[in-house]
């Protein structure tokens, strides 16, 4: 009798054991589904404040149409992206473009005093201070995920259950790991 007593407990303990790193996978990739919606709303955020910025920009800028067209078509990618691949992607040349922006800007010093630019330029340069918040958050929640996958025990868990590994947000574009360069020529 004892030993049945022994051996219900130790399913009991089995059990709860697989029960808690099963809850512990769900609360993780929760935590990433969060952390990705916090940057799609900074991204959406960011994609609502461009039109302002291109119309009160456009008056004063004539010859950079090409910028503006550039940005106007990576905001429409940006938008479109699917996987965070693709959102990552877009984002960076999105962001390359809005980078070559503010460096033609400097060439307009009447833009540059324009209190809607001045305040549109303001709320973007927040906005972009959000999203690099919310990409490292992403990141940090899917490192925290991607590593309780892959540990033991919890990878025999997660790979019953097929818990896939996140991806991570990353700058693949060249261009934006670049600093913009200014010139008063």
Do not use: C
Not at 120 to 129: C, F, G, K, P
Not at 141 to 156: A, D, E, R, T, W
Request: hydrophobic letters at 45%.
């Amino acid at each position: 009798m004892i030993y049945f007593i022994i051996f219900l407990v130790l399913i009991v303990l089995i059990i709860f054991f697989f029960v808690s790193i099963y809850n512990a996978l769900i609360r993780l990739r929760n935590q990433v589904k969060n952390a990705w919606a916090q940057i799609d709303v900074q991204l959406k955020r960011r994609h609502d404040l461009i039109p302002n910025l291109i119309e009160t920009v456009k008056g004063y800028m004539t010859h950079e149409r090409q910028i503006m067209e550039n940005i106007t078509k990576y905001r429409s990618q940006a938008m479109n992206a699917q996987t965070v691949g693709e959102k990552a992607q877009a984002e960076s040349l999105l962001s390359g473009a809005l980078g070559q922006l503010r460096v033609q800007v400097e060439n307009y010093p009447d833009l540059k005093a324009n209190q809607n630019f001045l305040a549109l330029q303001e709320e973007l340069t927040a906005t972009e201070n959000k999203i690099s918040f919310a990409r490292q958050n992403y990141n940090d929640q899917v490192l925290m995920y991607n590593n309780k996958i892959q540990m033991f025990p919890s990878n025999i868990v997660a790979g019953m259950f097929n818990f896939k590994e996140e991806e991570f947000f990353e700058i693949k574009d060249q261009a934006e790991k670049e600093v913009p360069k200014v010139s008063f020529n």
